[in-house]
């Protein structure tokens, strides 16, 4: 019997993979959850059989179905499940603020109840487009009008955060929250920079690069990231605490876009993708996004500490030795 028990919502996605990896290898006791079929979820291979994996299938928006699922035993409870990519929500606006702000809170009366420490996954889009980077924890949210879709994605998960501060003060409930900047890795649904530039250069296309190219994102490796959501679920200086989990170090989304192409050994150009013709008003980017890592160092004793380089060429290794994540995706 393993000693600790955790629970993950969101195991079949990116990071829920990589973080279910982890907890197994470090004799945890899983429950993960998911709405997608764990029988063909590429993502749950390395762990589909291993010992100690539960997974149910399930949607975090029906409430019955996440109580008989929850673990009242559990030591930890990491929720990772969430619509992610601009593009999903843009589509389905409704379906955000359900399964965002639905899922969490269909959480929280539980992990109160039961008196499980809850590690919420947050996003640096919480800080919107402030001007003012780095961005500390408690720095302020500048976003711009309801008119721009992109936004309501930063305000779902800003809601959550809310709840959550909101029941630790009323029922004690115990947390620490991270937010996330431009995680990338092995896995990770090919719609993003790193992740979209790898699939398409080992597929023989020209990657894109958005509008000029010289937005900033401080790029952080998922095996980083996995270090600091265990490092925040579980020592006590991070109870009732929100971190940045990200790089400190700045590259544009050209740079990023070229570290693949080399890594991939191609050579063409990118093809430009121009946002506001493609999405038109309703989308707005944020020309820099950069964390404050101080806290997350002196709290948690957590750094990113793989380079782009490094984090792009093992991305695309990995890529190359699994030919599903190649094939075409309609
Ligand atoms: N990857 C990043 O750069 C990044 C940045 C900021 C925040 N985050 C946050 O990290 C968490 C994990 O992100 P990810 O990159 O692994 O994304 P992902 O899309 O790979 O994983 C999300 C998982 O949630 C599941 N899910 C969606 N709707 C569901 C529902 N109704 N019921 C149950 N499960 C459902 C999906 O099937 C998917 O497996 C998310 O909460 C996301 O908001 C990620």
């Known amino acids: 019997m393993s000693a600790r028990v955790a629970m993950v919502t969101g195991v079949a996605g990116f990071v829920g993979s990589h973080l279910v990896e982890r907890l197994l290898d470090e004799d945890y006791e899983v429950h993960g959850m998911d709405i997608a079929d764990a029988a063909t979820s590429h993502n749950l291979d390395d762990v589909r059989d291993r010992e100690g994996f539960h997974y149910t299938r399930l949607d975090i928006r029906d409430a019955e179905a996440v109580r008989a699922w929850y673990r009242p035993e559990a030591d930890v409870l990491f929720h990772l499940a969430s619509i992610v990519g601009v593009r999903?929500?843009?589509?389905d606006p409704l379906a955000l603020v359900d399964i965002v702000v639905g899922g969490t809170r269909n959480l929280l009366g539980l992990a109160a109840e039961h008196d499980t420490r809850l590690l919420f996954s947050s996003t640096s889009e919480i800080y919107g487009k402030n001007p003012?980077?780095?961005w500390a924890e408690d720095a302020d949210r500048v976003l711009g009008p309801t008119s721009v879709d992109r936004w309501s994605?930063?305000?779902?998960?800003?809601v959550c955060e809310h709840m959550i501060y909101g029941m630790s003060r009323v029922k004690d409930l115990r947390f620490s929250i991270v937010r996330f900047f431009n995680v990338y890795g092995p896995r990770q649904n090919p719609?993003?920079?790193?992740s979209q530039s790898v699939y398409k250069a080992l597929r023989g296309e020209p990657p894109l690069l958005y509008d000029t190219g010289q937005q900033t994102r401080c790029f952080t490796y998922v095996e980083d990231v996995i270090d600091g959501i265990?490092?925040?679920a579980t020592q006590p200086d991070?109870?009732?605490e929100v971190f940045n989990l990200g790089n400190d170090r700045e590259s544009t989304m050209?740079?990023?876009v070229a570290e693949v192409c080399k890594a991939a050994g191609i050579e063409a150009p990118p093809l430009v993708f121009d946002t506001e013709k493609e999405y038109g008003a309703v989308y707005e980017d944020i020309p820099r996004r950069i964390p404050g890592v101080e806290?997350?160092?002196?709290?948690l004793g957590w750094q990113a500490t793989t380079s782009l380089a490094d984090g792009v060429r093992q991305t695309v290794e990995w890529a190359r030795e699994h030919p599903w994540y190649l094939a075409d995706r309609g």
């Open 88 to 91: 999903y929500y843009m589509e």
């Open 238 to 240: 991070a109870l009732g």
């Open 153 to 158: 994605y930063s305000s779902s998960k800003a």
């Open 254 to 256: 050209a740079e990023a």
């Open 230 to 232: 265990l490092a925040a």
């Open 191 to 194: 719609i993003y920079v790193v």
């Open 132 to 134: 003012a980077v780095p």
């Open 295 to 299: 806290k997350a160092r002196k709290v």
